[in-house]
């Protein structure tokens, strides 16, 4: 019996996991059950899974919460607030397990926290692990963490891995890694049409069903190139060794290839549950609740390689994993504040990649030695990014 907190319990991820966990009370104890603001949704949760915490970052939600519960049959649970509190959940002694499952940098404290204590982190909070990289990976080494993929490209890729590997090794004879990728809504929209694209447009993606930030990351392509990063980082690679292979139906979810002529592949419908049981259930496996895949309904698969000039989010992550150090996380940073603007309709669509590209040309790449450093390169660049929203702001 494995004791578990889910941070972003609320979001796409976390019901998700919930449903997974649900799915296997012998195995799995909620612990702890963190949100951003979403009272409404933590306190259903609470009522059904009873965890011995639930946390809210948002003070007035979290006395809210407080009182909702004291009138209910879920006294037993704890409420905290705060961002401390994340950290304070993630490493509770009787965590086993930790689903980084908070979207963008808020997630990088509370998740580094779980790696430093040495729990099994199952990191779906991709820009986390872009913004901190090997500071992120050296923590999980020495503490004897145990670091699982969720990423469903990621997970696909340690599955396809050799027997005994775990994440940060060198993999023996593996040559190069396939990275799918759906291509989003925008594969073949005519380039001149994407300046019109609304966020109803964008987070509508046609084979998976997300948050909204990704979603837009998806259709920027800009989460392959944060996926991109996220695998070098994973897999101990370079990026001349990831492929990124454009596979609109989803079904192939990445490859690895080996010295032999060998390619891996794992296959499975495009359902986040699967990544997420076979992170939960790992070294074994257990039922995910998924469709099993028909394969006979999967009338063809396609594969084609990216457009860089479709795609400027991909090639400026290509520019700031080459230029390395705070790059990085000048990236993630700029494209979450560019992604915000958009969404609230600030900017167009087409201009989330001249703010990431203008923010990025404001830094020198120097050194991410530390997490000071790193903290405040993602404020900076924040900073630069929204000045330069304000300024594109139509
Ligand atoms: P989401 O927007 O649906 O949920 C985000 C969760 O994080 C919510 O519970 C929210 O309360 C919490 N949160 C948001 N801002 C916060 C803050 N400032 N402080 C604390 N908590 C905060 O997002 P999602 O789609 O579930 O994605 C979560 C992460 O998983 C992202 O990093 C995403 O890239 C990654 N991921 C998601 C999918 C997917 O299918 N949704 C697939 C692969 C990877
Ligand atoms: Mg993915």
Redesign the pocket.
Known sequence: MKGICI??????????TLDVVARHPEHYKVVAL?????ID??YQQCLVHRPEYAVL?DDGKAKELKSLLANSAATGTIVLSG?NA?EQVATLDQVDSVM?????A??LL?SLAAAKAGKIVLL?????LVMSGDIFMQAVAESGAQLLP???EHNAIFQCMPAGYETGMQAKQARRILLTASGGPFRQTPLDQLVEVTPAQAVAHPN????????V?SATMM?KG?EMIEACLLFNMEPEQIQIVIHPQSVIHSMVDYVDGTVLAQMGNPD?RI?IAHSLAWPERFDSGAEPLNIFSIARMDFEEPDLGRFPCLRLAYEAIHAGGIMPTVLNAANEIAVDAFLNGQVRFTDIPVIIERSMGLFAARPADSLETILAADGQARAAAQQIASELSH
């Open positions: 941070l972003g319990a609320t979001g796409s991820i976390g019901v998700s963190t949100a951003n603001t979403n949704a933590l970052v961002v994340l980084a499952a908070i979207v963008g808020a997630g509370p779906a909070n991709k820009e986390a969720i990423d469903s998976w069903d997300m948050g909204k930030k990704i979603s990351d989460n944060l986040m990544p």
